[in-house]
């Protein structure tokens, strides 16, 4: 009897400690110190969010989409691995799936349109127009690589599936973006970010970039309707007007701040070379740029990669180019200048086409630091076609490594280029990459790689 | 020794009564335990349960112990004994005042080991028999005998559908286990290791510069830590139905661990040294025949390939697989000391295991230094205290190898066989690669590192403390309640040290990471449990309620430094700019749960129970979800009309369960937030966005949810376990129907959504397959057994559903990713393929887009390459699924022959049918031109001998029938025709092996002179190999292998470090 009694206590002894530790441990699981996130932020200032946005811009422009353009416009060559087959035009929807989604995801559109929120709830007006310039050159260089992508539907949390827009209704958005932007630039009304990295928050800079970049996304369309270049050129003549007032990204020493061309060399040194096409214009121009862009081979010259060559042995990027902290062009002065060129030229001013042309000249040797006249100037015997072909030669050499000479390929056709495996570059150089499979996979709006254009609205041939 | 701790305390509550001192009255009790056969059988447990008394047989099967004074009373009392391979066996005896009893047992084998106790979870044992689930269990002469230093690799082939992958043959090498097939997404398919009651760090971590998994070192799993030696059993849970009572992290299983413990009696003093040599198994096959160069012209310099020209007979080739590798050495001392009183027993071990890899490098290493103390005491009547305390320190060092600039492997096999790697430096004293063979430079890119300069240079060491303990106090108030609270810590710091010195191609101008990750598990169970017998039915009524709390805690700390700038100097101080990271989490665990066992009439056995679990991980979402499991068995043959058929239907059982498991979600991912992230897209670069002394946030690329349940894997499972013949042939077959609901995973949603993806309980995932198990004793006569076991497991995985999403990547390379894909089995590899008929391809003829399927509509049949004009195939720019790296089943033959007591020869065959390989090692060999495969010629129209071959391939299309040629430009290099920079399709094999895992020879040297002249009771010599042979058609290194290590990501290799054969020669001196 008494053992039971004392099996008892021991049974009460043991429900009393159950009650404790349930009672003790209320907030075992709520408890902020295992509820809370120490690794991630759940509420960043504006600055913060404008940080991150610049340096997905700076990604986007020189990175991947520029790669494989250079290869394609032949101003570089792939010559090893991967970038042999991009180079074969062999690519892949899984290819450049980074650059796509990068366009939305963090850093891009979704975060420039919080940074569009908070300025606008803080009535930082000149902060906002410079989130807005941002979201354009996003926007239009993403319209102009893949045409028709969602964006009036993109980044809003009640649209699951966004559809596709036209890639003619976003740049008109864009332009009007472009025109609420400059508004936003000139009322330089509020706080203005310490870190622009571009301009330093000087917006008078900002709103010439404006100008220019609605004059690109101008001349995109003159293919289809040449009244775009009376619009282009009204746009370039209030842009960029000096040297220092071009788009770059910013990069320093710092390995984690170097550019993403010197990290591509880092990692894949074989992988692109000097393309032979430019290599070959430069020696016959005696272009002082050769150097400049090149370095020597190892016979000592300068050598270029053919299409499709898996040869590494030819000339590599400079020095200049290859420097940790070397800031690759956005939109530059020059470009501003082969804008007004090529726009006046078509609207039958000749020689404010000349005269841009030369500025532009005179613009680059300023900016490499080269002798006066060492690059050549263009008198009014150049004229018609000869004038033109010119135009676009000295813009395809200016805009090294951009974006922009594989836009300016694809609408003027120059400079003529031999494709790999010969041909007709009009059909063998691809003129528009496939969705990401990851856009693809989850978005029906999107059709698969085999249904979707080979070419894109602006570019109809 | 085949007592098992746990149940020991569980199910007779003390096994050992108070030491007392006995009295004139005292009954002696001894006999002799045999087989039939009338060998002795050391060790076996015998009992009085009525009065918890019991002792354990001795070498020669005698057993002694005394019944003190004030327990005899002149009554009949049930004297029992146990000993595991045999049936039980019950005798009555009277103990009268000073009458001694003698009491002989002759045991009946039992190859399906119905008896042996096995614990179910929460440190209940059961008998086998009673169970209604299958457990696997593996005990501590299987494990010796793998002679495997990680333990979970000791588990290869011994458990239907327990599927271990030995990730390479580093020392160190992480061992991935898998059992019953993949039930989630994203949620890591390790199971849940608990050693002696308390939950255990089973982290893999690749950290370094590891990228993704597939570059840096070779991690190892953190249950490596444990000495194998330590351990008594591993059991296996393997479904939901059997660890329901584990909750939401138990759906993967979970692997119990019981080590050793004293026993009473006499100290046992033992020790082993083992002596091991390791050798490299498969390495792959290269050409000696073409030098560097390209289009077969010859080139020295920075020209990656070997399509140059035919070497004269006068240059030298050098195999650059086979010059990597020596033959390595593996030392391990274990010694261990046990005993015990009656109050007390206590067990330590002190072992070192240091293994020398097979590398050509002082920097390929594993060293173990374990100690273990375990030991209890009784307190009074009422309380019994237990402590076991592990504490391990071990070293590794390791080699850079995977897909890496760096790598051991991928340098040395991309190496034109004209150039000599064993010379590494230059005649400036700088790195010298094949690329880069003259740099008059420290720094700078060398293309691909010299495999040489990779084994003598790097340096890529981890230290590890690991501290284990847990303390367990029972107490029972009254003789069928036991009251019982088990508190354990396993700590665990990493420390490493990653030097990539000047001039390696990963990082030219050097990098030096430093790592420490700390892992902090604590967890205490209270677990009350009542057993009572009644006269009714037999019955028996075991009912257990508890409560589990669980916290653990995980960080990690990393700078890097780059740019060294002096060579040899390897600390943080001799770089120039460096980047901090952290990462830590916290997460905690809460449950109760509550459990009936029902025996009734010593045949139908049912249980229940039911676990309400909370976890921290749910964030917002509701935290507290029930478990429930059931399960029922009844042992037909117990009934008296099979009475008459006991010689040949010994045993029989029929069996069924129902339980659910669940996994929570990963830490933090509920919530959604911004990142400090950086910008890349694969090709190694990376643009942080925090930079120019501004902080930079991102939204991040996963969005949360605040509503998620958790994983719920639902599993029903019935079998039936037969012995037949005497007991002496036994199978057991099992079939089992699992379903994964509600799992977790970040749906892929459209990035133009803003988030690439969100956070769901979004799929459905089915496993169902079969296990059986034979076990049979075909002859056993008078000194002489032979045994023979078979194991099968077949296990069919669907990815049912995925809430629409097409594929959800899990991860991999550029040219092939492991996903997880709609209506396929999970892990699905894909990639690239061919342009192939039946799948509505559109191809470009004669700048026409056309339809293939409809153009050449009757030509084709499904599946048949679309030929060219120009005679080749096309690449098909839509990824796909190429292969699946799940085998069909799994399977082992063990069998082992016993002369005398003595002598013992064993046996174990591992074999795996199906699974694919992407051999992405041939593929970069073709395109490199090294691969045995491209040494080919083909006369050209001049009469000129090229290299390459004239192929005419087999399909529909322009340019079917169309003989090409298939050299460097068209086919093996810059073409389709290798999967680095083709078709990804092209390195996809079939993995299935058949290997000689285990084979081993031991003696018992137990002479009584031995005894005599040295005091050691015997002396066991064993010779054992392993992994002797390999037969596969796998053609690169060994098919067991992964890049990955245990991620859920398998089947690849691409320039892994290949496996190792073993031989094993081990003296053990027991005292």
Known sequence: MLKRKKGAIGLLAIAFIIAGLVSGCQDFLNNPEVQNDPNRATDVQADQLFQGIQVGQFFMQEGGLARLFSVWTQQMAGTDRQLVAYAKYDITESDHDDEFNNIYTGGGLIDIRNLIKVTSENSWIAYRGIAKVHEALLMGTSASVWGDIPYSEAVNDDIATPKLDSQKSIYDALQILLDNAITDLQSGEGYLPPNDHIFGADLSKWIAAAHSLKARLYLHWAEVDPGNYALALAQAQQGISFVEGSMKTRHSTVESESSVWYQFYRERDSYMRAGKFLVDLLVSRNDPRLQIYFAPDDNGGYSGAEPGEGNALVSSLSSIFLAKDHSFDILTYEENLFMV?????????????????????????????????????YDNTFTGQALLEKICEEKYIGLFLNIEAYNDWKRTKMPILVPFGGGDPETSIPHRIPYSDDERQTNPNVPPPSQQPLRNTNDPS | MQKKFIATIICCAFVIAPALAFSQEAVVISGKVTDELGEPLPGANILIPSLRIGAASDKDGTYRFIVPSNLVRGQRVDLSVRYIGYRSEVAQVTLTPSANVVQDFKLRVDVLKMEEVVVTGMGVGVEKEKLGVTIGKVKTQEIAESDEGNLVSALHGKVANVEITSTSGEPGAATYIRIRGVNTIRGGTQPLMVVDGTPINNQMIFGGNSTGGHGGTTPTNRASDINPEDIESIEILKGAAASAIYGSRANNGVVLITTKSGKFGRPQLSYKVAYTIDRVTNLPELQTTYGQGVDGVGYTGNVPWSWGAKLTSSTPAYNHAEELFETGHTLENNLTLSGGTEATTYYLSLSRYSQNGTMKSDNSDYNRTAVRVKASQRIGSKFNLMGNIAFSDVGMDRIQRGSNVSGLMLGALRTPPDFNNEIYLNEYGFHRSYRFPDRATLGGTRGYDNPFWVLNEHLNPSDVGRAFGNIKVDFDPVDWINVSYTLGHDYSEDERRTVIPIGSSDKPEGRIIREKFNYKETSGRLAVTATRRFTPANLVLNVMAGQELNQRSYNNFTTIGDGMSVFGFDQLDNTTSWSPDEY????????????????????????????????????????????????????FTALDQF????????????????????????????????????????????????????GGFLSDY????????????????????????????????TRYLQKTEDVILSLPTPPSTGYGETLKNAAVLENDGWEIGIDMQPIRIRNFTWDLGLVWGKNDNMVKSLAGAEFVGLGGFVSCNAA????????????????????????????????????????WSSGDLYIAEDGFPLLDAQERTIGDPNPDWTGSIRTSFTLFNKLRISGLLDIKQGGDVWNGTKGALYYFGTHKDTDLHYIDASG?????????????GPGAGTEVIRDQDSWYGFGLGNSFVGVSSESIEDGSYVKLREISVSYKLDHPKLKQWTGLSDIDIRISGRNLVTWTDYTGIDPETNLFGTLNIQGFDYFNNPQTRSFVFTLRFNY
């Open chain 1, 341 to 377: 060129a090529e726009a006046a030229f078509k609207t039958g001013d000749e020689s404010t086409a000349r005269t841009a042309l030369n500025n532009a000249m005179s613009a680059i040797e300023t900016r490499w630091s080269l002798d006066v006249n060492s690059l050549p100037r």
């Open chain 2, 584 to 635: 830590e989490w916290k997460i905690r665990d809460e449950a109760y749960f509550g459990q009936i066992m029902v025996d009734m009439w010593d045949q139908l056995y049912v249980s229940a129970a039911i676990r309400n679990d909370g976890s921290s991980t749910f964030g917002g979402s509701d935290k507290r979800h029930w478990f429930p499991k059931v399960s029922g068995a009844w042992e």
């Open chain 2, 643 to 694: 009475k008459g058929f006991g010689k040949w239907l010994s045993f029989g059982k029929i069996r069924a369960a129902y339980g659910e498991s669940g996994r929570q979600p990963a830490v933090y991912e509920t919530i959604t937030a911004f990142i400090t992230g950086a910008y890349g897209a694969g090709w190694g670069e990376a643009l942080d966005a925090t930079a120019f002394g501004y």
């Open chain 2, 702 to 733: 996963s969005r949360g949810n605040n509503n998620i349940d958790p994983e719920r894997a639902k599993e029903t499972e019935f079998g039936v376990d037969l012995a037949f013949y005497h007991n002496r042939f036994g199978i057991n077959v």
């Open chain 2, 820 to 859: 997880a894909v709609e209506g396929e089995s999970y892990g699905s590899l894909r990639g690239t393929d061919f342009v192939r008929f039946g799948r509505g391809n559109t191809v470009i003829e004669n700048g026409q887009v056309i339809d293939i399927d409809t153009k050449y509509a009757g030509q």
């Open chain 2, 944 to 956: 000129q001998e090229q290299r390459g071959d004239k192929y005419t391939f087999a399909g529909v």
